[in-house]
């Protein structure tokens, strides 16, 4: 243990995701020895973010405005509608520049070890927005993105139920392969299962 | 020296370590709650890491490690995961049959065969989609709490013992209780629910499903009752199970 505010510190650092209390020690040493200003700087720059970024009332991504970037985007298509469980999935897809549409941030997955369950994400919102239209364009498919884990399948199969019964909505779901490179003797059965059911023609 | 082990055993929890690790609890059938490392499981090119996802029963082998034991290998058992995660309601009765295994096994290391075979015959039943997952996990519950030792009195009273059937029901006695014993704002459940809870307990599925959903629910909330009653912080998961009607 550490005197006062630098053990507060390193306490305070070991909370971050994946930072372990080594990682954690390492920082918050860096940071004694940092130049005061770049210090500063971390410092304004965490504020901000608490501060300055809301969630953009259409998607629910992280946003500096009311809406997002993205939902602001009139080239978008608004009749596709990507769901992913967090902000850096919209990254992460983005990055790929195979998507048009827009998406729907739930907030997380649903994992009732954790207490989190329907009411904890943006599920409600996710239904209300399917129902209206907007520019005079119906949201007329779900791409359901979930994470390929346990919480992430339970999640998706979830949506599906609530999402079978609009009219006129198609709904998929992201297909999980194999990766790439391996040997099918090694592949887990979660992924064997879902590379089978989601199989195509050729 | 590095001391290597072996066991099978059910996956309760995993939490994330660092960049791609995790810690992974596992209810196994020798060495009881055992928690350990999962190295580089998080990524995508990891042979072993949905194989260590919850629910998933597996065979392990670990090393014995200064901290935290640490896995070395993984083994598919059973892959209950496909069948529990592919239906809502099996999904959440399943979170709830983890989250209470994990709280009634106390020590890390001490052994816990009968709980662990529980665990395992409950997934099995949730992920065979057969019985309703309802029923599977509230019989679950019974024999759980049977094992802790607190399993709540069906028919005889639970405080002097006289025989039932009894028309009064109270959680802080320990469950049915006679017209002198019992207590004020004791719960007055209809006698089937008794007859239900009985089946639950002795695995009498045929009177278990022929119940009707006023009698499932009225039992339900007597076992969460009983079960919260005794357990020192609420069940995250109980709440969130979703049963159906039938
Ligand atoms: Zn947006
Ligand atoms: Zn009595």
Request: with cysteine.
């Amino acid at each position: 243990m550490y005197e006062g505010p630098v053990q507060d510190l390193i306490d305070e650092l070991g909370r971050l995701p994946g930072v372990g209390p080594k990682s954690a020690q390492r920082i918050a040493f860096h940071l004694l020895a940092a130049e005061p200003a770049d210090v500063t700087r971390l410092q304004e720059v965490l504020q901000k973010v608490k501060e300055g970024i809301q969630f953009c009332d259409v998607c629910g991504n992280v946003s500096e405005e009311t809406t997002c970037r993205i939902c602001r985007d009139p080239r978008r298509d608004l009749s596709v509608v990507c769901v992913v469980e967090e902000p850096k999935d919209v990254l992460a897809i983005e990055r790929t520049r195979e998507f048009k549409g827009r998406y729907h941030v739930l907030g997380g997955a649903l994992d009732p070890l954790s207490g989190v369950g329907p009411d904890q994400l943006r599920i409600r919102e996710l239904l209300s927005r399917i129902g209206t239209t907007l520019d005079g364009v119906d949201i007329t498919e779900i791409i359901i993105a979930t994470d390929p884990n346990t919480e992430g399948e339970a999640t998706a199969t979830y949506l599906m139920r609530m999402l079978k019964d609009f009219p006129g909505l198609t709904v998929t779901r992201l297909a999980s392969g194999l990766p790439m490179g391996g040997d099918l003797e090694f592949a887990d059965e979660l992924t064997l299962g879902r590379a089978l059911s989601g199989r195509r023609a050729m | 020296m590095v001391s290597l082990y072996r066991d099978t055993g059910v996956v309760l929890r995993v939490q994330k370590l660092g960049e791609a690790d995790r810690i992974i609890t596992l209810l196994s059938r020798q060495h009881g709650k055992v928690r350990a490392a999962a190295k580089g499981v998080r990524r995508t090119s990891s042979r072993f890491g949905a194989r260590l996802e919850p629910f998933c029963h597996v065979d392990v082998q670990f090393y014995t490690g200064r901290t935290l034991d640490v896995v070395t290998q993984v083994e598919t058992v059973d892959a209950f995961g496909p069948g529990i995660v592919g239906d809502y309601p099996r999904y959440t009765a399943a979170c709830a049959v983890l989250e209470t295994a994990d709280r009634l096994s106390a020590e890390e290391g001490e052994p816990a065969l009968r709980l662990y075979l529980l665990v395992v015959g409950a997934l099995r039943a949730l992920a065979g989609r057969e019985r309703d997952a309802a029923l599977v996990l509230d019989a679950f519950l019974l024999r759980a709490m049977a094992f802790a030792g607190w399993a709540p009195a069906v028919s005889e009273c639970a405080r002097c013992g006289t025989p039932g059937p009894h028309r009064s029901f109270s959680v802080p006695v320990g469950g049915a209780v006679c017209g002198g014993c019992r207590p004020a704002g004791a719960a007055k459940p209809v006698p089937d629910t008794f007859r239900m809870l009985d089946a639950l307990q002795h695995g009498d599925w045929p009177v278990a499903e022929s119940m009707p959903n006023t009698i499932r629910r009225e039992s339900s909330g007597l076992i969460a009752a009983h079960l919260q009653w005794h357990l020192e912080r609420q069940l995250r998961s109980l709440p969130l199970v979703e049963r159906q009607r039938v």
